[in-house]
């Protein structure tokens, strides 16, 4: 069988990447080894979410009086259902992409797919040929020799989501949003969190200002937090695990019931032809260029297999460039400056371009400008008073920077990234009338505070 493209992997990237063909009027395949819509969809980003709702919604019900709600009765939380949900919620997002690869006439081949030469593919024993290969095979839970996988004691984030019955106690290893996310979860759920983190902070990569607010709203959930922690060696016993770690106050063993290992993932580059072919790869990543070609004319590679960051949206947005470029057409290179990330906690998080500190370490003359949840209308009548909208500027007055915590923030990035793409100043966010009452106009206040010009601070 000969087509246009073969893409292998249907994550965010190869899907979009198979979708975005179809409608240039490409004849397009689609080899899975798995499920149809990689790992975000059924294993990642969108479960994680379903758990964070039910998380949510068990905090409201127990918050309820405050509301002038009552409940009669216990509030409890019923993991077995949570977890059906998120199974639910998984398998129809698993499905809407196989109605959109139906509607648009992709091929799906199921196997593993390997490259034996530029163009062709070989799946189960058959090969397929195409003018074009699209590498979107996307990556998987790195493992520590000293904290080893099995799946009961020692867990990733896959197995997190379909646990048993809920543990008394769970240590939470790596912060990034994977172990935050998890560690919202499971302490909002009412399992003893302690959470352990290498670097100097948790949320590693987010302003020092975000994870101080985060490090107290976790403790608020009564989690523990240890930051320049590293964990030395971890221990299964009959009863759960021994974890050794080495932090502040020297060596000490901790006990939890099950660990979660969310200390960041590994491209699976693996067996998929790259040695025959002499695709060049370094540190784990396939090297590719602006347009997302490899070494090898013909193979592209996008997602997490490249060095840029691991996020859905960025595979998407490299899917449709990569596809469009192989078409003829002339897509503009991705910024990016200008990714944002978001961490669906309870206060959320969201940031985009750069931290104050990386602001210092380029040398960049900046001011900020910030508005506090607490002087917040909407946030005080919605009972969400934790967390600030923080904003960059530079010099020139240009937005370089933004850095939200609170009720709602994943949604309020978008404002923020937009501003920092078109290069907008302080004074255009603040003119822009934002509507009344809302979490949005936290935003405005914040450039207006940049100006000197705060109305409600």
Same mark, same amino acid.
Request: charged share 20%.
């Given at each position: 069988?000969?087509y246009?493209?073969?893409?292998?992997?249907?994550?965010?990237?190869?899907?979009?990447?198979?979708?975005?063909?179809?409608? $240039?009027g490409?004849r397009?395949?689609?080899?899975?080894? *798995?499920?149809?819509g990689?790992?975000?969809?059924?294993?990642? +980003?969108?479960?994680?979410?379903?758990?964070?709702?039910?998380?949510?919604?068990?905090?409201?019900?127990?918050?309820?009086?405050?509301? &002038?709600?009552?409940?009669?009765?216990?509030?409890?939380?019923?993991?077995?259902?949570?977890?059906?949900r998120?199974?639910?919620?998984?398998?129809?997002?698993?499905?809407?992409?196989?109605?959109?690869?139906?509607?648009?006439?992709?091929?799906?081949?199921?196997?593993?797919?390997?490259?034996?030469?530029?163009?062709?593919?070989?799946?189960?024993?058959? =090969?397929?040929?195409?003018?074009?290969?699209?590498?979107?095979?996307?990556?998987?839970?790195?493992?520590?020799?000293?904290?080893?996988?099995?799946g009961?004691?020692?867990?990733?984030?896959?197995?997190?989501? @379909? $646990?048993?019955?809920?543990?008394?106690?769970?240590?939470?290893?790596?912060?990034?949003?994977?172990?935050?996310?998890?560690?919202?979860?499971?302490?909002?759920?009412?399992?003893?969190?302690?959470?352990?983190?290498?670097?100097?902070?948790?949320?590693?990569?987010?302003?020092?200002?975000?994870? #101080?607010?985060?490090?107290?709203?976790?403790?608020?959930?009564?989690?523990?937090?240890?930051?320049?922690? =590293?964990? #030395?060696?971890?221990?299964?016993?009959?009863?759960? +695990?021994?974890?050794?770690?080495?932090?502040?106050k020297?060596?000490?063993?901790?006990?939890?019931?099950?660990?979660?290992?969310?200390?960041g993932?590994? =491209?699976?580059?693996?067996?998929?032809?790259?040695?025959?072919? &002499?695709?060049?790869?370094?540190?784990?990543k396939?090297?590719?260029?602006?347009?997302?070609?490899?070494?090898?004319?013909?193979?592209? %590679?996008?997602?997490?297999?490249?060095?840029?960051?691991?996020?859905?949206?960025?595979?998407?947005?490299?899917?449709?460039?990569?596809?469009?470029?192989?078409?003829?057409?002339s897509?503009?290179?991705?910024?990016?400056?200008?990714?944002?990330?978001?961490?669906?906690?309870?206060?959320?998080?969201?940031?985009?371009?750069?931290?104050?500190?990386?602001?210092?370490?380029?040398?960049?003359?900046?001011?900020?400008?910030?508005?506090?949840?607490?002087? =917040?209308?909407? %946030? @005080?009548? %919605?009972?969400?008073?934790?967390?600030?909208?923080? $904003?960059?500027?530079? *010099?020139?007055?240009?937005?370089?920077?933004?850095h939200?915590?609170?009720h709602?923030?994943?949604?309020?990035?978008?404002e923020?990234? $937009?501003?920092?793409?078109?290069?907008?100043t302080?004074?255009?966010?603040?003119?822009?009338?934002?509507?009344?009452?809302?979490?949005?106009?936290?935003?405005?206040?914040?450039?207006?505070?940049?100006?000197?010009?705060?109305?409600?601070?």
């Amino acid at each position: 069988m000969k087509y246009d493209i073969i893409i292998i992997g249907s994550g965010p990237g190869g899907y979009v990447a198979a979708i975005r063909a179809a409608q $240039l009027g490409r004849r397009v395949a689609v080899v899975e080894r *798995a499920e149809v819509g990689g790992v975000c969809l059924n294993w990642g +980003c969108i479960p994680t979410k379903a758990l964070v709702r039910s998380a949510q919604v068990y905090a409201d019900c127990k918050a309820a009086a405050g509301f &002038g709600v009552a409940i009669d009765g216990e509030v409890r939380v019923d993991w077995a259902k949570a977890v059906q949900r998120e199974r639910t919620v998984a398998e129809t997002m698993n499905k809407g992409v196989q109605f959109l690869f139906k509607k648009n006439n992709i091929d799906v081949i199921a196997g593993h797919g390997r490259l034996t030469s530029p163009h062709t593919v070989e799946v189960e024993g058959a =090969s397929y040929q195409a003018d074009a290969v699209i590498l979107a095979t996307g990556a998987r839970p790195r493992q520590m020799a000293f904290m080893p996988v099995d799946g009961k004691r020692i867990i990733s984030s896959r197995e997190a989501l @379909t $646990l048993d019955s809920l543990p008394q106690t769970m240590i939470v290893v790596g912060s990034g949003a994977i172990g935050s996310e998890f560690a919202y979860i499971f302490a909002t759920l009412g399992v003893k969190v302690t959470i352990v983190e290498y670097m100097p902070q948790i949320m590693p990569l987010e302003d020092e200002e975000t994870a #101080k607010t985060m490090e107290r709203a976790f403790r608020k959930l009564r989690a523990a937090v240890m930051t320049s922690t =590293s964990v #030395k060696q971890v221990d299964v016993t009959p009863d759960g +695990c021994n974890v050794l770690v080495e932090g502040k106050k020297g060596e000490q063993t901790l006990t939890a019931d099950v660990v979660l290992s969310a200390v960041g993932i590994k =491209s699976n580059i693996e067996n998929i032809g790259l040695e025959e072919l &002499g695709i060049a790869v370094e540190r784990d990543k396939i090297v590719v260029d602006e347009h997302y070609r490899t070494s090898v004319e013909g193979v592209y %590679a996008i997602g997490d297999i490249i060095a840029t960051p691991a996020l859905a949206h960025v595979a998407s947005a490299e899917a449709i460039h990569c596809v469009e470029h192989i078409c003829g057409l002339s897509p503009e290179p991705i910024d990016y400056s200008t990714i944002p990330s978001c961490v669906f906690t309870s206060p959320e998080v969201a940031s985009v371009g750069l931290t104050e500190q990386q602001a210092r370490d380029k040398g960049i003359d900046y001011k900020v400008g910030r508005f506090p949840y607490t002087a =917040s209308g909407k %946030a @005080t009548a %919605a009972g969400e008073r934790d967390g600030f909208v923080k $904003l960059i500027f530079d *010099a020139d007055d240009r937005l370089i920077g933004a850095h939200l915590v609170g009720h709602n923030v994943t949604e309020m990035i978008a404002e923020p990234t $937009l501003a920092k793409r078109l290069g907008i100043t302080a004074e255009t966010i603040a003119r822009t009338i934002h509507a009344h009452p809302s979490m949005n106009e936290a935003t405005m206040e914040a450039a207006e505070a940049a100006m000197g010009a705060a109305i409600h601070l």
